[in-house]
């Protein structure tokens, strides 16, 4: 029996429709790459704003799903016709799990086509039928601080149930961008690397010390094809980046550069481009941001 994850992106969506159809592909590309490297089969649609990922284990197909550029977020849904009675039997069925004496509930509708009931009043039937099937249970309807959520979300002829939503990494997908050589040392610095895949760009890291742990155990984690290369010192990883960035034709290089480095690190790079994605964060903003990604991989 196959399962459905409903994947938002949201960037995606506001680009120009050649753009857009570019990106959606690149998206999707990247997706199936994922499960064929998981050894893991999958079947996508999509429409506006969403992409549906059918699989035979939606469990273990989500940590696939959110550590792709581009998600936004992911919630594994159970999919019912869009017809009133078969939402409404749908939706009790998915609340019992969650309820308990006394709960505040909330029903969460959103709709995008042609109905006979507008959203408003899918929620007020859908709130009805919990609170007519489970009497006992003394249930309150409570839209400002419900202690469960459960979301409809009808589109078209098919109606999505689900209970929340796991975030992905959002920005664009990768490959979309250009390539990027990326020096490697710190939690700074892997971050600065991090920060332009979400742009899109491939990144070719060389690291030194602690980097090569951040970009084997995480970097490498959204990019299969990453392979970082090692250097024992700045000098030495510098003179790679020039090197490589000159004759592989890369857009730039990625440093993890203080504010009076830059100088330096122009006259040395030349009319490489330079990018220092973290130089205006501090120390607590990197490690409140590295946490956010490592979450991801987890």
């Not at 704003?49 to 550590?67: F, K, N, Q």
Request: net charge neutral; charged share 25%; with cysteine.
């Amino acid at each position: 029996m196959s399962e459905t994850l409903l994947v938002r992106y949201g960037e995606l969506a506001l680009k120009s429709p050649p753009v857009r159809r570019e990106f959606e592909s690149r998206l999707k590309h990247n997706l199936l790459e994922g499960f064929l490297r998981e050894q893991r089969q999958c079947t996508l649609s999509a429409d506006h704003g969403h992409l549906y990922v059918e699989t035979s284990d939606a469990t273990a197909a989500l940590p696939i799903v959110r550590r792709t550029f581009g998600v936004v977020s992911v919630s594994a849904a159970r999919v019912v016709p869009s017809d009133l009675p078969s939402i409404l039997s749908a939706v009790v069925e998915e609340a019992r799990p969650l309820l308990r004496k006394g709960v505040r509930f909330a029903i969460r509708p959103r709709r995008t086509g042609s109905h006979p009931y507008t959203s408003q009043s899918l929620g007020a039937e859908a709130g009805g039928a919990i609170l007519e099937k489970f009497p006992e249970l003394e249930l309150r309807v409570d839209l400002t601080h419900p202690e469960v959520e459960l979301f409809v979300e009808v589109r078209g002829p098919r109606a999505y149930l689900y209970v929340g939503r796991v975030a992905g990494p959002g920005g664009l997908p990768l490959g979309v961008g250009g390539k990027l050589g990326s020096f490697v040392n710190s939690e700074r610095a892997a971050l600065g690397s991090f920060l332009m895949m979400k742009r899109g760009c491939r990144v070719f890291p060389v690291t030194s010390g602690p980097g090569e742990a951040l970009a084997r155990d995480v970097l490498a984690i959204f990019d299969p094809h990453l392979a970082p290369e090692g250097a024992l010192t700045r000098e030495e990883a510098w003179a790679w980046l020039r090197d490589h960035a000159q004759r592989r034709g890369w857009d730039g290089v990625v440093l993890d550069l203080e504010v009076e480095e830059h100088a330096e690190a122009r006259e040395f790079f030349g009319e490489t481009v330079i990018f220092s994605p973290t130089v205006g964060l501090s120390d607590a903003e990197v490690t409140k941001r590295w946490s956010d990604v490592v979450a991801l991989v987890r």
